[in-house]
């Protein structure tokens, strides 16, 4: 029973590139969550989507941030030029509908340098 | 604004104590709330979860009480082990409208457990 799936699990960009990072739910899951976890931080939310709608986006940064569940394959959250504070754990969790249960998953730590 | 927080950044306990670590919240509509453990370089592991119409709820050497009057979450662990060592962190949910469901998170506790 493979938890939620997280690649890769660290990350090294330089300033200006791009970061992609991938989630596969759990299975039978269809909710995906991606959070955001600086040093030493609790963790903030980013954005909520089901298979193909964006539900919440409300923690997303307005520019450079994107994030997509598509019908088939994994959520992406995509980081375009990136910079220094974008270094972070970004957590993806997902859960079998809204209002159940949320699992996490290892996480991806990306680092810019 | 409303936010989840901790009483205490740090917790040390000798292994076989009971623990306790608190947390209180601001947003008196939040209906669920849920312990999570994490530790080092790992993702937040689910412990136990509580909705709003209860007061206590209790796991497997875990319970967690809730009391709305004072909006302050505690959670119980007994006969604490070197395994608990780890950041545990209390979190509210936020309900939007419709399907949005999104948790606030506190800055977490360090529990360190003494052998």
């Known amino acids: 029973n493979a938890g939620v799936m997280q690649n890769p699990r660290h990350l090294v960009r330089r300033r200006g590139q791009e970061a992609r990072l991938r989630c596969s739910p759990m299975?039978?899951?269809?909710?995906v969550y991606w959070y955001r976890q600086l040093p030493e931080e609790g963790l903030k939310f980013m954005v909520y989507?089901?298979?193909?709608?964006?539900?919440?986006e409300s923690g997303m940064p307005k520019e450079r941030f994107s994030a997509e569940f598509p019908k088939e394959g994994p959520s992406i959250l995509r980081i375009q030029q990136v910079v220094r504070g974008d270094s972070a754990a970004y957590f993806c969790a997902s859960s079998r509908s809204a209002g159940n249960t949320i699992y996490f998953g290892e996480g991806s730590w990306l680092t810019v340098v | 604004g409303e936010s989840v927080g901790l009483h205490l950044p740090t917790l040390s306990v000798q292994e076989g104590d009971n623990s306790i670590i608190n947390c209180a919240y601001s947003n008196s509509a939040s209906d669920y709330f849920i312990w999570y453990k994490q530790e080092s370089g790992k993702g937040p592991q689910f412990i136990i979860d509580?909705?709003?119409?209860?007061d206590k709820r209790q796991g497997q050497r875990v319970t967690v009480l809730l009391n709305k009057t004072v909006k302050h979450l505690s959670l119980q662990i007994a006969a604490t082990q070197p395994g608990d060592s780890a950041v545990y962190f209390c979190a509210e949910n936020l309900r939007g409208g419709g399907s949005n469901y999104k948790l606030t998170f506190g800055k977490g506790t360090l529990l360190t457990v003494n052998p």
């Open positions: 509580i909705r709003s119409n209860m």
């Open positions: 989507l089901q298979k193909e709608n964006i539900i919440d």
């Open positions: 299975k039978g899951h269809s909710h």
